[in-house]
């Protein structure tokens, strides 16, 4: 079988699943059996997979499957229990209040209330609450949705508590050839902080894009957005700075929700001693003249104050105990985390093979902090029993979806990594890089960011790209002599990009602004901040390891 025809079988789950979603708008719960059945087919009658090879890597994907979908229940867990309680009204209300200026709200409500929920829940999760939030302030819906997808990012990398990184790498675990004694935690926050690095050179700017789409589409023109760039960059690297050093210095989980959690109060206390601000408050058109495609069902709010039922201190609280513990259990010098990580659950072995993976039960976060903090949120809020049980039930809803996606998901991945080493050839993934460094050479590090945007088009989750290409990017990299860090973390980037414009995402954001049918728009309108994006992260990692040689390897 020649390269071509190989790389092609190599690549038919990927055309399936890419086919399923994008051709005929499958959701991923739907799609993703599919591209799971194809890879089995494809291993058991191309590369000559024993039938239990192909079970044990299924087991081996739905092990890591599990680990990640603990912390998705437990982000959005708590997520529905703050909706529940009113404690979301809280949060927001507690940064509405501070500007008229629309172009101040797009950065603290769309970026950067945008950013904590994504490093808190993610999933959708921003986007879904931000475009609503700035319908309820005025916001013609299309502009509100648009801004908020943009917006929602720069944060993605390490959005839910790091999954992106650490859950997309997962299956390069026992995989990637580390050098000398290098622990797969190191490479993983490794690949983070050059993706961190990335977005603080690239991603710092996307606040003031945010802005000058709101006053390009609603007026004609950027210029009016220009004039806020002070406060824009300094929206941007007060967030991108604080993310840099704790995706260094902390790791992978921290970055997106401790980033916010500085940058919010800055940015708030800077607006309001009147510092970076234009004097002219800017305002949309009259409502009268609204173009009717920037409209839908939702009819856009005045902006009125709610009455609140939980103060904005017990609103913030459960999400402050989140990133302290998580601060206190990651950091060497506490030194819990060898503690939980002594308890481990999983299966060496599986089915006679060589292929084997665990749960970590106490350091996961979806257990420690996340559930042990939903635990206490009831006694915290005064719910009454009737509304915890309606979280719980909400959460369970909410990841069933994600469940089914993510356990065939990892098990078509797997089965992909090790087709090579059950038939003692190149696996399906390297088979596909060998072919793509043939056609592109050094020239990959320009291209990984876009297979990492691709993957999130697709699939509707910068997780699944990352957890879909990662193997591909690595083995990439490894034929074309690139690092392997670099390019994984452009992958890494990418996601996040295509956040921007996945079709889940959109369709969600749509949804809550009550414009459904117009998607397609709203992906136009990002689709080319996404592809900037990309090419940016993909040139500044040219430089980065062409000048300044960096890359561990």
Known sequence: ?????????????????????????????????????SAALVGLFFWQMPLRWVGAATLQGIISAISILFIVFGAILILKILQKSGAVDAISASLTNVTDDRRVQVLILAFLLGAFFEGAAGFGTPAAVAAPLLVGLGFPPLVAAIVALVSNSTPVSFGAVGIPVWGGLAPLEGVAQLPGAMAFGEFVQSVGFYAALNQTIVGSFIPLVAVCLTTAITKGSI???????????????????????IAYFV?????????????????????????????????????????????????????????????????????????????????????????????????????????????????????????FVALLMPYIYGMRGSEVKGAWNDAIKTVAPAAVALIFTLGMVDIMIESGTAAGIDSMLVTMAIAAAEAVGQFWILSASFIGILGSFISGSATV??????????????????SRTIVLSLQVLGAAAGNMVCIHNVVAACATVGIVGKEGLVIRKNAIVAMVYGLLGGIVSWILVSFFGLGLF
Request: hydrophobic share 50%; net charge negative; proline share 8%.
């Open 465 to 482: 790209s990352t957890i879909m290409f990662s193997g591909f990017q690595y083995a990439t990299a490894e034929q074309v002599e690139l």
């Open 223 to 245: 210029k009016d957005g220009l004039k806020l760039w002070p406060l824009a960059l300094f929206t941007g690297f007060i967030f991108t700075i604080p993310h840099l050093l």
């Open 1 to 37: 079988m020649n390269l071509a025809v190989a790389a092609f079988l190599a690549s038919v789950p990927i055309i399936v699943v890419g086919v399923l979603m994008v051709g005929f708008m499958w959701s991923s719960t739907k799609a993703m059996p599919f591209g799971y059945l």
């Open 251 to 371: 790791g992978p989980e921290l970055p997106s929700l401790l980033g916010s959690l500085i940058a919010i109060p800055a940015v708030v206390f800077v607006v309001s001693k009147g510092w970076l601000v234009p004097k002219d408050s800017w305002d949309f058109p009259s409502r009268k003249s609204w173009p009717k495609h920037w409209v839908g069902d939702i009819e856009p709010g005045s902006g009125e104050e709610v009455e609140l039922k939980v103060s904005t201190f017990k609103a913030w609280l459960p999400y402050t105990l989140v990133g302290l513990i998580l601060l206190v259990t990651r950091l060497e010098f506490f030194g819990l985390t060898p503690i939980l990580q002594g308890f481990e659950i999983g299966w060496d072995g599986i089915l006679g093979t060589s292929l084997g993976d665990s749960i970590a039960v106490f350091y996961n976060p979806g257990i420690f902090p996340f559930i």
